[in-house]
């Protein structure tokens, strides 16, 4: 198989959507959050008053407060259906008009809530329904520079090379994106690669491991995992000879930032320091080994693995959560995930991720 996804990335993004390395792409998203904020509010009180000549630029969006916030590209289209009005014809016409029809379509309409996604600098980032659950870009990207590093130097895990050979990663051969409406990563683990044996011809070759992680904040796409093994990367970005590729989506609805910090962060751990699993087959696996049949087992695996005290813990924490007792593998790893968080020290934290994130290695 010849998986084209990075290859169509790389192809269609701008130089300034590139970053060569995952804490600059990082520090980033934190400005970017800590310039947002999110607000719900009626349609009924919203109204868009014209700036300049065009409608994609010289737009602004007020509301009761009056203050006036300018749609990006993306966010323009969300209002204009909101509206019920086609997005690619309004830009085309002048900013006058096309705010009298987008007013015209908003009050028409009947009032429902929208959640606004704003900025300090006056932009409205996204239009989205007012239970969008987001998945900020910064908490998955804080996730893989945790676990993979920088994406370049600090481990195997790095933009992939070309043709299996490593490179330095500049802005013309990087697999690192975001704009305006969402964000990409591609990488691979070229170094320790995995025997096959009869790989072709009766012959035992070797694969790499690569992912790729996709995310919206604005309502552009779900967020998504795609793990795989493959032979090597070529200099357009196409993965040759992926092979066991698996996918794993969670669409933007209420729960789904709580499902990331509880399902997927623990399992890229694993997956990073695994041998050849994917997180797709981790997940699944751990949610269907059973620890034991009684409660009286579980206590005794939890109090073996974790210590009595942190056992306990877990079980607490997973039941208020949850609303019910540990039963797999798995809800030990979302459990240990729990508890961790209301650690102080990062050190002790991440300490107990890592031995959470152990209980998916049993499963395998």
């Given at each position: ?38 607000k719900v509010v009626p349609t009924g009180v919203l109204s868009v008053a014209p700036t300049a000549e065009t409608a994609d630029a010289g737009l602004v969006l007020r509301g009761s407060a009056d203050t006036a916030f300018a749609p990006t590209h993306w966010s ?289």
């Open positions: 198989m010849t998986a084209l996804t990075a290859s169509k990335q790389w192809a269609s993004r701008p130089a300034d959507e590139r970053f060569t390395s995952l804490v600059d792409m990082l520090e980033h998203f934190r400005g970017l959050r800590r310039n947002s904020a999110a323009f289209g969300q209002l204009a259906g909101l509206a019920g009005a086609p997005a690619g014809y309004l830009r085309t016409l002048p900013a006058p008009i096309a705010a009298d029809a987008l007013n015209y379509g908003l009050r028409r309409r009947p009032v429902e809530e929208v959640g606004l996604l704003l900025t300090r600098d006056g932009a409205v980032r996204a239009a989205t329904g007012p239970k969008y659950g987001r998945i900020w870009n910064a908490d998955i990207v804080d996730g893989l520079v945790r676990n993979f590093g920088d994406g370049v130097n600090d481990s195997s895990w790095r933009v992939p090379g070309e043709f299996g050979k490593a490179v330095d990663v500049t802005k013309a051969n990087t697999t690192l994106f975001a704009g305006d409406r969402d964000m990409f990563v591609f990488l691979a683990d070229e170094t320790n690669r995995i025997e096959i044996p009869n790989r072709r011809d009766g012959k035992t070759g070797s694969l790499a491991r690569g992912f790729f992680v996709w995310n919206s904040e604005v309502g552009s796409t779900t967020f998504g995992i795609s793990t795989f093994l493959f032979d090597y990367v070529c200099c357009n970005r196409i993965v040759w000879g992926a092979t066991d590729v698996k996918t794993l989506k969670l669409r933007h609805s209420s729960g789904a930032p709580d499902r990331f910090l509880r399902e997927i962060a623990p399992a890229l751990q694993t997956y990073a320091n695994s041998s050849a699993g994917s997180v797709v087959a981790a997940i699944e696996s751990a949610r269907s080994k059973r620890i034991g049949q009684t409660g009286e087992e579980v206590a005794t695996f939890l109090a073996t693995r974790f210590g009595r005290k942190l056992g306990e813990s877990m079980q607490t924490a997973h039941l208020l959560e949850e609303g019910r007792p540990i039963e797999t593998l798995w809800d030990a790893a979302t459990a240990a995930t729990a508890v961790a968080r209301g650690i102080e020290y990062q050190d002790e934290r991440v300490a107990l991720e890592r031995l959470g994130g152990s209980m998916l290695d049993l499963a395998a």
